[in-house]
């Protein structure tokens, strides 16, 4: 164990977070003509409630919220998450004995919205881009039919408004997993050597992170490869690392449920120039990123500021369609510093730069950083990657 | 590093296993009528690809794969996953720039069931129990008004009962990381002991696992509790253990993108009576789960030989809604083990034995343990629990 670690913001949210999200929700819902908002993902469950647990894990079972016009939201969920939801701010939790495909919720679902929403009887459902209905669609079409006089509106829009600016203490969460994943991409030299496989790589870099004090590496990719990487999604290989080789790593480590999700590069012995002028290319762009990214600019912007850098150093080209997102209780959400993305930032966006290119035919190079948008510069949450790509032994 | 790691099974799988499973599922479809199959979760492109990435973590883009009437699955894709999708079995790839809100890969997957499934024009997709579409539901919708001649139907029972039975292959990657996990469970007591938090516990558990070779501990939940727990879907509080305290742990660890799922107990210095014998019943249950685990047997009567033990052992209930369940590519899968699941099992079936009981008000004891039913008794892939209670410092 890590006796010297870092100590952790306090875990969950007080009381006033919630009502604060709901009230705001409840706003859009007034202006929408809405009754009632019906979430079923994890992030959306858990935005509005606090309920965190692992057990999303299991398809088996679906898990209700919904947002009346007023007042506090209404579980319906399985029974062995009752105990979990009945320690959140929530007052009205409604159970079944799941699983039961026969009628998996449905019906106290019904009863929950026909009570609810007597009024337009118009329910939002989040139906839009990166949202997905989190139950059997059979299911969904079950729920349609038993409220033949709902109507069922798209509510992306609301979801996303927002949740895409984070609080303080939101912030204060992915800041500090942000700060541990600083600390051991920075020590990393101390554990990884040559001759390690990417798989003993991976093991040695989750067990640092774990040390450091994160709650879990959810998400790591990347991987070694003789004078740059191929791919940046792929899991670990057996392949053993060698001099020339370089090791890219991208992690979405979590704590308290919130994200980080940045990489690092290193090359094992040495490098030759291409690399290190690609490492500098976008690390150049990066910064571009940084002096772009102010309230009132739009994604957009951020996309060229960075893209015109890396243009102009001989990129050529990038498969990952965007080079940064949103991030938060995610590992990636809305928006996207992509051409056409007009989303405006505001102070209080916590969102990832993240420009790469392929730098020789199938070789590609990729930086990132976690950032706050604030009043003037936006805040570092990662700490600078260094300006020279880093040669390790 | 733990350099006297366990030799792990060959990674991935030989082509001939994809192959056997997509003429299975084209012998289903033609017995239906089905010209195609859409899926497009992490397990269903997995199964029919071999398609192994984290990259899933990003809600933002969605994935696609059509099983065609004869030949190999066609992978609508974003581009960034072409160079992992292209060194599957698969021939043909289709590709775009994602995201790309505007059109989601959906005038490409129009194309591409235009151009196969020019037969009867039916479309199996996913909708049943356990099963969810992950896209957009508009861009669902969308694709639906693109193809107003084609009909989509419902295809979990297909692919159900595909996945339900694995094959020898399958078992292999499940019994090496119920045995790395057996391991971890078995030297727990050398790195957890009184005094530790549940935070603390979990990351030493983690970091074990890792040592003994799992990829990932996906999933882990439970914690200490005087005199038991009460509840099981937790995520791991401050709270320090102390003497009579029970800890319990229950984990998804995966190898090759293949889970374990299974619990264990212990208590710290003593145990009340009360304690031990909830432990020897649900020990007793678990015996009582194997004796009925036979092929030809129902699922319902897997349950209700295990809960029989329970009843006479005094159980209070079980908001769990079910005893067991399959396992395999997801923490859980189908069938349960609960009334009214007349699933009949047979040989090649991976599933848990998990009797779990509230034996006082409000404390909970939960066994588990993960078996592949064979011909006569089924084989343990996790090694069994102890018959008493352990006691831990």
Redesign the interface.
Known sequence: ?NDQRVPEPT?GFPEQEFATRTDAAQQAMRAQGLDAILVMTEPEVRYFSGF????W?????PWFLVIPATGKPVAVI???????MERTWLDDVH?W??????D?GISILTDVLRGIAAGSKSIG?P????????????D?ERLKSALPNHSFI?A?PIIRELRMTKSETEIGKIGHVCSLMSTVFETLPNFVHTGMSE??I???F??AA??Q?V???????GGVGQGGL??????P??QQAQAGDILMLDT?ATFDGYFCDFDRNYAFGHADDAVKRAYEIVFKATNAGLDAARPGARCEDIFHAMQSVMDAGGALGN????IG?GLGM???EWP?H?P?DTTELNSGMVITLEPGMEFVPGKVMVHEENIVIRDGSPELLSRRAPAELPIIG
Do not use: C, W
Not at 52 to 55: A, D, E, N, Q, V
Not at 78 to 84: C, K, Q, S
């Open positions: 164990m875990r965190l647990t692992p057990f894990q299991s398809p088996t079972r399985p029974a062995i998450g009752a105990a979990v159970t004995s799941s699983p039961n495909p026969e998996e459902v139906m839009g881009p990166e949202t997905q209905i989190r139950m059997p669609l059979l969904f798209d992306t798989t003993d991976f093991r040695e989750k067990k774990l040390d004090g709650d879990d590496v959810a998400y790591l990719v191929e791919d940046i999604i792929s899991p290989s057996s979405g498969d990952v369609g965007r997102h995610q590992l990636t996207s992509r056409g």
